[in-house]
């Protein structure tokens, strides 16, 4: 399934306030109409009333772990940007700096833990299904840190940095082993500063492989690399939660990355609160109900905490 078609299939056209505007004075009075919420107490009794809850989450929220987010000036490893390396072509021209890339990102995750924006969220899920009510997560990140901070219904659309996928049986598997293979051993330096340091490519052959019986096919991340396509089933998922969610929350994303960046404003577009938690707005932010500005660390834990009103078994 082609990304754009799924969103194109689900679009839902905006409200604006007028398709002409004849004067400033009108087009200021939209804006201002337009502006989002930063009540808590307001968003709190939403909150409290919502049964189905879908959290999207973006890079923003795993880097108050420490994680890099690989955009903007600082998005070099060595001195490639990461839309460089991540792609079937560069995959295929080169699978040795591929791979040393994402051992990198795999052997950096190991000494990163979940913030208190992760331990909210699972927290949360935990808690309000003890009372009839669920809350699933759809992440963009690949870092597994929802995972690891204890979230059980997580759709991670961009799939997993600890996951392979035979490029010839297309076998899928989970895979925490450190390195990947020894042949990957004291690679992916991060040179971002250093190009005259050498790193010799790894050969094809020591790369990992697929432990299928008799296969020994070369093994790839299971992520979606730029240009590929995500996973209708997991596309399909989301869609089922979204159409059911009566209170979403869109957590440490930039609103640009599709289609992820359309979920949230097809919900808010058929009346259910969006509330958006991110450190500056966003280009969807005037869509949304609800804007809470800092680190999602800080103000997650304050909108997810329990109500009063919440009953305790």
Request: glycine letters at 8%.
């Amino acid at each position: 399934m082609c990304l754009f078609q799924f969103t194109a299939r689900r679009l839902i056209s905006q409200a604006h306030c007028g398709l002409k505007a004849s004067s400033s004075k009108k087009q200021k009075f939209c804006l201002e109409m337009a502006r989002p919420s930063s009540n808590m107490a307001d968003f709190r009794e939403v909150f409290a009333k919502a049964k189905h809850i879908a959290i999207i989450t973006g890079a923003g929220v795993s880097a108050e772990s420490g994680v890099p987010t690989f955009r903007g000036a600082g998005g070099f490893w060595r001195k490639w940007q990461a839309q460089e390396l991540a792609t079937p072509g560069a995959f295929a021209r080169n699978p040795s700096r591929v791979w040393e890339f994402y051992h990198y990102r795999r052997e950096l995750m190991l000494s990163k833990h979940p913030n208190p924006a992760h331990i909210a969220i699972a927290e949360c899920e935990k808690r309000l299904s003890k009372q009839g009510r669920s809350v699933v997560v759809i992440t963009q990140n690949i870092d597994e840190l929802h995972r690891k901070a204890g979230t059980k219904h997580l759709l991670e659309i961009h799939g997993s940095l600890f996951k392979t996928r035979c490029t010839s049986c297309g076998n899928i598997a989970a895979n925490y082993k450190s390195p990947i293979c020894p042949a990957l051993a004291g690679k992916g330096c991060f040179a971002v500063l250093q190009p005259e340091v050498r790193c010799d490519a790894v050969p094809l052959w020591f790369l990992g492989r697929c432990e299928e019986d008799g296969c020994n096919g070369l093994l790839r991340p299971h992520v979606v690399w730029f240009g590929e396509a995500l996973d209708p089933g997991v596309l399909t998922a989301v869609e089922k939660e979204l159409d059911i969610c009566d209170l979403c929350l869109v957590v440490g994303t930039s609103s640009v990355v599709y289609p992820a960046a359309m979920f949230a404003p097809q919900v808010s577009a058929r009346g259910v609160p969006v509330a958006e938690f991110n450190m500056e707005p966003t280009p969807a932010t005037n869509r949304f109900r609800f804007h809470f500005p800092g680190p999602c660390g800080t103000t997650l834990p304050l909108a997810l905490a329990r109500h009063e009103t919440e009953i305790i078994s």
